[in-house]
């Protein structure tokens, strides 16, 4: 009867299925790491008390069509940007329109990590010995801060100079060119000098050089003193933590100060 009615198909032999969690666990560590190899990811769920042997996480990775550590994909621009942030000071030119239809320019740099926003002149003639003696004004003006610098990111212009990039150079600076016609290559840049259009420009009629220069001074101010930021959890710039969190609301008014104009608000309790 053992023998009729057992069913030993239904037994399972081997080795238990490998848990979706540990798979998923896998997965990710070696899209997040791509230069590590099967024997280095399955240390890592070791480490955290999942023990799986390498063949296993071998498998896991070949069903996936993850190929092995050496001929996987690299990081991305983007990934290499996070992750030399620290280091990246980038460069880029804005213009604007004045009233009687003159063309400006302003040579406006960001850097990456802090995401301080530095315009350092404005011109109608950007010439290659303008814009160098802008890059001697902002590493002065940086400092100190020069030290934790290890690249400027800038395009291709012709209003850049061997000059341009000797100033750099100078403070320990490697100068990295992007692609040609792939603005994306300097997205912190391109995307800091879309928020000034949007916010700025866009809603102000400028008179002249001098009325351009007083406008994006007061918003650089504000860029870097006051306006939150997502990559920084809603800190600006030149802020270490938030303020202290105010539970009584209903005691405490909050003033607006107006900025060109009541074009921009900032907003703080009165003390």
Request: overall charge positive; some cysteine; proline content about 6%.
């Amino acid at each position: 009867m053992a023998r009729k009615w057992d069913h030993p198909a239904r037994r399972r032999t081997g080795r238990p299925p490998t848990r979706a969690a540990v798979k998923t666990l896998i997965l990710r560590l070696a899209r997040e790491n791509p230069r590590w190899g099967h024997r280095r990811i399955q240390g890592e769920p070791a480490r955290l008390g999942h023990h799986i042997a390498h063949s296993t996480v071998w498998r896991i990775l070949h069903d996936a069509g993850i190929d092995p550590a050496p001929r996987r994909d690299g990081p991305t621009w983007r990934e290499f940007l996070t992750a030399q942030a620290q280091g990246i000071i980038a460069a880029d030119f804005p213009h604007l329109d004045t009233v009687p239809g003159r063309r400006l320019y302003a040579l406006a740099f960001l850097e990456h990590h802090t995401r301080r926003l530095h315009i350092t002149g404005v011109t109608a003639h950007p010439t290659q010995a303008w814009t160098t003696q802008q890059a001697r004004n902002l590493t002065a003006d940086l400092g100190h801060r020069t030290e934790s610098l290890r690249f400027l990111l800038r395009d291709r212009d012709g209003k850049y100079s061997q000059t341009f990039d000797a100033v750099f150079q100078g403070d320990d600076l490697r100068v990295i060119k992007s692609a040609p016609q792939a603005p994306r290559m300097n997205a912190h840049c391109e995307r800091v000098i879309g928020t000034i259009r949007r916010e700025l420009l866009d809603h102000i009629l400028i008179t002249g050089e001098t009325h351009a220069r007083h406008v994006l001074k007061t918003y650089e101010h504000h860029y870097n003193r006051h306006r939150p930021h997502q990559a920084r959890h809603q800190l600006p710039p030149e802020a270490q933590q938030h303020p202290a969190a105010i539970h009584d609301l209903d005691t405490r008014r909050v003033r607006r100060t107006c900025i060109l104009g009541c074009l921009i608000n900032e907003y703080r309790h009165v003390a």
